[in-house]
């Protein structure tokens, strides 16, 4: 797997691009900066690795546009060592974001197809997360809560309350909200029972799935 002089220029242009667009956290334009996209991509698509934009991969879903993973990270607002729980592995780039920056990463992925390809490949190029699990993203993963983080990769018609009741107090759930186009919606627990809630504007996201068995 080559990340060559000119995969690394592409990547800088793509930095420059982010922040152009609003993007200020350096962890997170480090970590952009740092992370071969074109490896999370088929061969064929290396040209399409470093534009702003979504593409297609296995089992009808997307690797998230870099702004869209960039923005979303942001804000999380993490530091060095939290515990976030990411919810929709996908092509596993978002998850390498976040333990690139350091993260303790809980990953889960409802796609059986996406979830042995993406097991088998994040160790293979050096990013593991401490935990990577198939199952039911809605349900959250309760044995490891509370989380400093949570962030959802895929269209929530509904915020599920089980991922609410994992984040720790101060923690926050990063995820888009809504049907055919989605509101990234923040959520910061405050105490026990008290939330925060915080909109930032319109996505497109391929829905979340649900287990409904």
Not at 110 to 125: A, G, V, W, Y
Request: net charge positive; hydrophobic share 35%.
């Amino acid at each position: 797997m080559n990340d060559t002089f000119t995969h690394k220029g592409m990547r800088k242009k793509l930095v420059n691009t982010l922040q152009r667009k609003g993007i200020t956290d350096e962890e997170v334009l480090k970590a952009i900066n740092a992370i071969p996209r074109h490896w999370f991509m088929d061969s064929g698509f290396v040209d399409h690795a470093y534009v702003d934009k979504a593409f297609p991969i296995a089992a009808d879903q997307t690797i998230s546009q870099p702004y869209t993973v960039a923005r979303q990270t942001e804000l999380l607002e993490l530091k060095k060592g939290d515990k976030v729980l990411e919810i929709g592995t996908g092509s596993g780039y978002q998850c390498a974001v976040l333990v690139e920056m350091g993260m303790q990463v809980y990953t889960i992925e409802r796609q059986n197809e996406l979830f042995k390809k993406t097991n088998r490949f994040l160790p293979k190029i050096g990013y593991r997360p401490k935990k990577m699990i198939f199952g039911d993203g809605y349900k959250g993963l309760p044995e490891f809560a509370p989380f400093d983080g949570i962030i959802v990769t895929a269209g929530a018609p509904y915020v599920p309350k089980e991922l609410l009741s994992q984040l720790k107090v101060g923690g926050r759930l990063v995820i888009p909200v809504g049907e055919n186009v989605q509101i990234m919606t923040v959520f910061k627990r405050k105490s026990e029972t008290e939330f925060e809630k915080k909109e930032y504007g319109e996505y497109r996201f391929v829905p979340l799935l649900e287990d409904k068995n």
